[in-house]
């Protein structure tokens, strides 16, 4: 088995029990812009799509690459407009009078 | 500055990015502090993709940068739609994130000048399906949400069997693919193969279990990302892929204890076909009905109101009068407090958005778990387009499809009043006997005109 396979194993295993203990935290309340937030987050994936694409190696690795750019980078945009969006609408009782 | 001293810049950007991720969703803990969130999510995911367009091996700036546009183009609209159609926009976005992650994978595969080894070309095969399969899932749940596919489950005899076995199929190419790698031919079809799987998958899956099959397919996109980071040794893709699908994870775990359910139930068990028929055959019972008046001077007799709104408000469009009355019964004194479950809505917490747009304060907005005490304290429990979530046979009736559902215990309150447009069942197709107990009023008629009905009534004529 490869090294790096065991190093991001390590990470991956890690990084789930991080996102475990901080997601169980996250009120009820905010489930939806939990979902948009963390699919802005996953869409990183971007910076995958931006090598492939800007390696320029063969027509159908660039044109494969230039779809998960749009796709993923709009994602990333939409998700954390709509995330913020949604929280600007969150207020409490006590804000709202003042 | 030479190579190794930009990579090492680099790593750093994508390490700053990764502490600002897991930040991001440590301050989504509190409505207080998740706009924080968002930004120290927008600060991280910038850095890393300003660090990536450094990156030496990116030159073809124009297949970068173009696309980069044209996403942004298509994200803001997508960031902008309106909030009943936010679960739609998420499962278009699990679609746009597997389709991602399953184009890198594919280029991943017929990149490289070095053919790949049996480990890569595994991760690759499970990467690619899991991605294929999650981009025509959510497509198809974004289509059913859209009400563009029929909410109804689609079911066929043998069902299971022959979306088993185009699993198996692509799990068998992938196989084929790890014992020869050079086999080109079989890698295309694997492809197919599991699209294939993926529309098979979520068609059978009715409206009412949206929530979960949602929750579900984040689940997966962020795995297929966790996985993309494997093949292309990627530690903030790891990172982020495992944040998201421990996420996703979480939340079907909620929807499916919500509904009572496992998720091979829920997979595979295509819900509220059976008791349709029988809804039919009941002898006929007496409801007692309000109408306006009365509701809106029983009302304003109690102090303490417990709202419990489902989707049947957002689909009236209801939401705003029903802040009116929030607002009119709160101004005569009375304490009003709304009752949510976890899966009123169609995706996690999706009411709360919708009452929080129209304005509604978060602290008045409350658990299943907390508000079920309550109940016998309450004096009236007022049911506005929600329906299986109250339904008392989920507590007592052995042969009811939802008994042991966790549910709100309405029938508890002094007094129960249900706006309802007609006595038809409910979503899943179930009676509900809550409506013909001696302390419930039936209140028959649009959500959104009966509302504005009472609030009318409170206002005192004026």
């Known amino acids: ?98 | 500055m030479n190579a190794a001293d930009l990579q090492q810049y680099l790593d750093f950007a994508y390490i700053a990015a990764v502490v600002l991720f897991v930040l991001s969703l440590r301050f989504l803990s509190s409505p207080a502090t998740a706009r924080w969130g968002v930004l120290a999510g927008e600060v991280g995911a910038a850095l890393a993709v300003i660090a990536t367009l450094f990156n030496p091996e990116v030159t073809a700036y124009r297949w970068v940068l173009i696309p980069l546009i044209i996403g942004a183009g298509v994200g803001v609209p997508l960031g902008m739609v309106h909030m009943t159609a936010v679960p739609q926009r998420t499962a278009l976005s699990h679609a746009f994130g597997a389709l991602s992650a399953a184009m890198i994978g594919i280029a991943e595969y017929y990149v490289g000048t070095e053919p790949v080894t049996r480990f890569q070309m595994g991760e690759i095969a499970l990467e690619v399906i899991i991605g294929s399969l999650t981009f025509t899932g959510s497509l198809i749940a974004a289509g059913k949400l859209q009400e563009i596919l029929p909410q109804r489950p689609i079911v066929y005899r043998g069902q299971n069997i022959v979306s088993l076995s185009v699993l198996g199929a692509a799990l068998a190419l992938a196989v084929a693919l790890v014992v020869n790698p050079a086999n080109t031919i079989l890698f295309p079809i694997m492809v197919v193969v599991a699209l294939i799987f993926g529309i098979l998958l979520v068609t059978p899956i009715g409206g009412a279990d949206m929530p979960t099959v949602i929750s579900l397919l984040n689940s997966y996109a962020g795995f297929s990302a966790a996985l993309l980071g494997f093949v292309l040794n990627s530690k903030v893709l790891v990172v982020a892929g495992a944040l998201d699908g421990s996420s996703g994870f979480i939340l079907s775990v909620i929807m499916c204890k919500a509904m009572n359910r496992s998720f091979t139930n829920v997979m595979f068990g295509a819900f509220g076909q059976v008791q349709t028929a029988a809804a039919g055959a009941k002898e006929e019972r007496v409801v007692r009905s309000a109408n306006p008046e009365e509701a809106a001077s029983i009302l304003s007799a109690a102090n303490k109101v417990v709202i419990v709104p489902g989707y049947g408000m957002a689909v009236a469009q209801a939401q705003h009068k029903v802040r009116e009355l929030y607002d009119a019964l709160t101004k005569k004194g009375v304490d009003v407090r709304f009752a949510i479950h976890p899966v009123a809505g169609r995706m996690p917490g999706h009411m709360n958005v919708l009452l929080a747009e129209a304005d509604i304060p978060y602290d008045r907005l409350i658990e299943m778990e907390e508000i079920n005490g309550d109940f016998p304290q309450t004096d009236v429990a007022l049911i506005i387009g929600a329906n299986d979530v109250t339904n008392p046979a989920a507590r007592t009736d052995q042969s009811s499809p939802i008994f042991g559902m966790p549910i709100l215990d309405v029938d508890k309150a002094h007094t129960v009043m249900v706006i309802k447009r007609g006595m038809s069942p409910g979503f899943a197709g179930i009676d509900n006997p809550l409506y013909y107990l001696n302390q419930t009023l039936m209140l028959f008629g649009d959500a959104k005109q009966f509302v504005g009905a009472i609030v009318r009534e409170l206002g005192g004529g004026h």
Not at chain 1, 30 to 41: F, G
Not at chain 1, 68 to 74: D, E, I, L, P
């Open chain 1, 1 to 98: 088995m490869p090294a790096d396979f065991i190093s991001n194993l390590y990470v991956f295993i890690l990084a789930g029990f991080v996102g475990f203990e901080v997601i169980k935290r996250v009120s009820p309340l905010l489930h939806t812009p939990l979902m948009s937030l963390t699919n802005a987050l996953d869409a990183i994936v971007v910076v995958a799509a931006i090598i492939i694409a800007g390696r320029h190696e063969t027509r159908l690795t660039v044109v494969l690459g230039a779809i998960a750019v749009a796709a993923s980078f709009s994602n990333m945009v939409g998700g954390f407009v709509i995330t913020d969006r949604m929280l600007r609408m969150f207020k409490s009782g006590r804000s709202k009078q003042s």
